[in-house]
């Protein structure tokens, strides 16, 4: 969101060169807000504005800005400014902000950074996207098991500015290793002499690098961690998690699923419908659509096969289209309530049985209710009904409601499982996405009308 | 998730009375856990296990059952068991647990109450679900100006174990007006002698309890807060909503955008997949189903009444599955889009020409794309096809193209048009649910389809 209101009383700023006021102004408000303050300058104006601010403001104001212009931005500082920068940056954003950058402007900004941070940034981006490695930051505070607690308030005040959180500090043993965990709270609350040793949690929860980002976060969620470790396969400490990056990962998990359910591909990962441009759109989103529309043919063969029973029963035609709807429609609900308590670890691959028999409960009721509607509707509309001889309006009401039932029922069955089948087999339960879905229930709704129909009324 | 494998040798301790066991088995994990590990027990025996755990950890370890067992739980206990119990619980958790009793099992609760508690769960009681203030907890942290730092570290030291948070402290006057905020690291880094006024942020965020729940925890994620004070009609300090809460309001808006664009009704409140009935399931689900499949009953009629088109090209029918489910398709994929962009407030009602031809274009191109393949389809099968005099399997081909290009257009802007209709008239957008979208654009595209052929056809 760009909010172009102060933009003249900052380039005014800009060209009277009113250092002091422009450093005034970006301590005003959360960075946050600065950022998007800023954000409808040109770039060049945004470092007349950033370049004022104090040093490690003027980071966290970057870090808080668009990642087109936060990649503009760096490519054109000098290496002075580029190095106090990407210094103060928090670890796992500047890993973040060098994953997105080309090869070529990764190459131009690396011999420009010191050692430690250079080290920091390929550690940090080797991770795996959706892995806790690529979510997790390097900043997180550190003690050992034998000091006291005084001693460490007064070595996380000395740490303090230049970690991401010291509400909770992790112990580790001379190897690194996780040995127990401690919040600020206990330490302040505990006898200053007492060792770490003494108060720290000795059960800590804690995540592997290797592990999916999803996974890592549910931990936080459930536990209400403000943190979560992450270790190496050596069990050391490598980094942490914090609640706020948590809260990132919820909400691109959840666009994810909500896109895969609509059949939308793409990465997902960064993905802002602003941002991304009609090419990419259509990219998106035309894989699945044209696949969809090759599927949707059978459904038109299946209409042609049956051609001359449709000739034979005109009311037949009226009521396709909806039991085609109705079979998608119900098949999208159970879908999206398995693919929805499948992510929120409500149920899992065992549940398998449970949720097939309540579903099936579900769909025999509404089974039942559409076939009674639609019975009704039949012989409301029955007078008018031209029918071959030897077949009353009630068989064929009866026929066409009875097809309805089995459709609802076997789309709610298979929409249903479909998820479960793809979590079994370790795939995104969300692929088994809903236009995919009533593509396919229309085909098996067609073949349950017309020979339900058939068989009924003895063709 | 319950979980039976230690039930035996539970179940082995409560019988042989080892008390002390018990409690020790409450202290050694995460209170989650041991919730988890428990709730496979009969709620009796669930209550064996917890009046061993020590006063604070017994009602941390409750907060975290399932709401049935703890309404269960709660009528069951004696006067004294369960004043300490709610006097021990998070004032947010006891509140939302009071108003999901009954009535009866809320009057014989309260007169069990302290008059402290009793308040407090009046007042949290009051506001709407879906505000700010349904969702926060009056357990913050309040500090005056006055002070020193090191007085306010004492202070937070002594009230700390009562207090959600104390990382972040508010700064209130006279007549609790919220002036400021300090966090915990602010007042360890600062002289012992500075004062509360000096140190403080002055700017703090915050939000009023009438306030869409939605809109508070938003503000909690962009600018990454622990939590976020909650003020009154007066600016007075009432509550705070804490990070933990706002990930749990972030599932459950998320749950229910999903929901909606499905078409499934109910609450969405607390609502979990495995505890609702398959009664309750069917109530939530068969309302728009129903509604839908009268609706498809107009797409019934449109083909009937072109029944003579159909008969004259047959190869119509085969096409018609395919130009009703990729109008869906399309449609339901920029309505998704929409309603997510909408919900994390990427995008607002002023966007809405720009989203519109941001969409047109992306249509286009969908359109385009689908056009030509059809066209080649067409021509493919040409061959076996009877045509009426005058008409080329060219010009047919042509027409079908046409009318699926047309319908792609059409759907893809109702499906982005509806939402920020709905967004304009302060409706959830995501009410434009995903079916009732499809069978909209069903309707549009057979009538698209007829009559774009009927021009082009010349008939």
């Known amino acids: 969101m760009k909010n172009p209101i102060i933009v003249p009383e900052l380039r005014e700023l ?21 950022a998007e303050l800023i954000s409808a300058l040109s770039s060049k104006e945004v470092w007349q504005i950033l370049k004022n601010a104090e040093r ?22 000098n290496r002075e400014e580029l190095v106090h920068l990407l210094a103060d940056m928090a670890p ?98 505990s006898r200053p002499n007492a060792t770490i040793d003494e108060i720290m949690q000795k059960e800590v929860l804690f995540t592997r690098i290797h592990d999916d ?28 998690i914090t609640y706020d990056d948590a809260i990132d990962v919820i909400n691109q998990e959840n666009t994810e699923d909500m896109e895969k359910l609509m059949a939308i591909g793409g990465s997902h990962e960064h993905a802002v419908y602003s941002k991304t441009s009609s090419w990419g759109h259509f990219k998106n989103r035309a894989g699945w659509v ?13 209409v042609q096969k049956f051609e001359g029973l449709l000739l034979q029963f005109t009311i037949l035609a009226t009521f396709m289209p909806m039991l085609a709807d109705t ?12 693919v929805r308590a499948l992510a929120l670890k409500e149920i899992s691959n065992k549940d398998v049985l449970a949720v097939l028999l ?41 026929a066409i409601a009875l097809a ?27 692929v088994v996405a809903s236009p995919a879905l009533t593509t396919i229930v229309d085909i098996t709704g067609l073949l349950i009308y017309f020979y339900t129909i058939k068989l009924i009324v003895g063709i």
Chains 1, 2 share one sequence.
């Open 14 to 34: 800009i060209l009277a060169n009113k250092n002091a006021e422009i450093a005034n102004f970006c301590r005003t408000g959360h960075p946050a807000i600065v």
């Open 56 to 77: 490690p403001l003027r980071a966290e104001i970057f870090s808080h800005l668009d990642v087109d212009l936060q990649e503009d931005l760096v490519t054109t500082l």
């Open 92 to 189: 796992d954003d500047r890993a973040d902000l060098f994953k997105r950058m080309t090869d070529e402007k990764q190459e131009a900004v690396l011999p420009a950074l010191a050692h430690a941070e250079r080290e920091d940034i390929r550690r940090l981006s080797a991770y795996e996207e959706g892995t806790a490695g690529s979510v997790m930051t390097s900043d997180y505070a550190m003690l050992p098991a034998q000091i006291t607690a005084a001693q460490a308030i007064d070595r996380l005040r000395r740490e303090a500015p230049n970690k991401e959180t010291i509400y909770y500090a992790y112990v580790v043993d001379e190897n690194r290793k996780l040995i127990g965990s401690v919040s600020l709270k206990d330490l302040i609350l």
């Open 213 to 240: 980002q999803e996974d890592a976060v549910r931990k936080i969620q459930k536990y209400d961690l403000i943190a979560l470790p992450v270790v190496n396969e050596k069990d050391s400490l490598v980094g942490i």
């Open 290 to 302: 044209v696949v969809l529309a090759m599927l949707g043919l059978i459904s038109g063969l299946i």
């Open 327 to 338: 079979g998608g429609n119900t098949g999208s609900q159970s879908a999206t309530l398995v």
């Open 358 to 398: 309540k579903e099936f409960k579900v769909a025999i009721l509404l089974g039942l209710l559409l076939g009674m509607i639609t019975f009704g509707r039949v012989l409301l509309t029955g007078g008018e009904i031209l029918l071959p001889e030897g077949c009353t309006i009630a068989i064929i009401g009866s």
């Open 404 to 430: 309805l039932s089995l459709q609802v029922v076997t789309a709610t069955l298979i929409g249903a499982g479909l998820p479960m089948v793809a979590s079994f087999l370790k795939l995104d339960p969300a």
